[in-house]
């Protein structure tokens, strides 16, 4: 399973929240970030899509390899991220759009401290999202309500998602 969204949505924490919860693994797919692109964002610059491609293998990669349930937080903000990411990983990957206004994730960015992403790449993030299509194996889920009914609604979006 990928969480995904734009930066500040929540990834890390609904992601940690949710493995606790199902017993999963969590990876934060910000620690596969070639050094290069963590350096580039903290310079306040957006990656383009050249830069995105080594992470993303990456992210399918980890997945591939996974041994047990696993839960990757990674932003897949367009469509061919997301195919990108199902073929590394060889089989079914659902998608969990963490999705919010962007006056909400601004102010929980805002909060959060010790982050590479600055705020001022917000606006590149939003411009660059593809929301998950119907035929994604994705759900997606509002990030305006507490982390316990996040999680709460993600598993229940789950079990009705068709099986791959």
């Known amino acids: 399973m990928v969480l995904m969204g734009v930066a500040g949505s929540g990834k890390s924490?609904?992601?940690?929240?949710?493995?606790?919860?199902?017993?999963?693994?969590?990876?934060d797919g910000d620690d596969l970030h070639p050094r290069e692109n963590i350096e580039k964002m903290s310079r306040g610059e957006?990656?383009?899509?050249?830069?995105?491609?080594?992470?993303?293998?990456?992210?399918?990669?980890?997945?591939?390899?996974?041994?047990?349930?696993?839960?990757v937080g990674c932003s897949a903000l367009k469509r061919i991220y997301r195919d990108h990411i199902r073929q590394e990983a060889g089989g079914p990957v659902v998608f969990v759009h963490l999705s919010g206004s962007r006056a909400v994730i601004a102010a929980r960015m805002g909060t959060r401290t010790g982050h590479f992403m600055p705020t001022t790449l917000l606006d590149s993030q939003f411009a660059a999202l593809e929301p998950p299509g119907p035929d994604e194996n994705a759900v997606t889920i509002d990030i305006d309500q507490p982390l316990d009914a996040v999680v709460d609604a993600i598993l229940a979006a789950l079990r009705d998602l068709p099986r791959a």
Do not use: F
């Not at 924490?13 to 999963?24: K, P």
């Open 13 to 27: 924490s609904v992601g940690e929240a949710l493995a606790r919860r199902t017993g999963a693994l969590y990876s």
């Open 46 to 71: 957006a990656l383009t899509d050249t830069d995105r491609w080594p992470w993303l293998t990456r992210v399918g990669e980890r997945l591939a390899g996974a041994t047990k349930p696993l839960i």
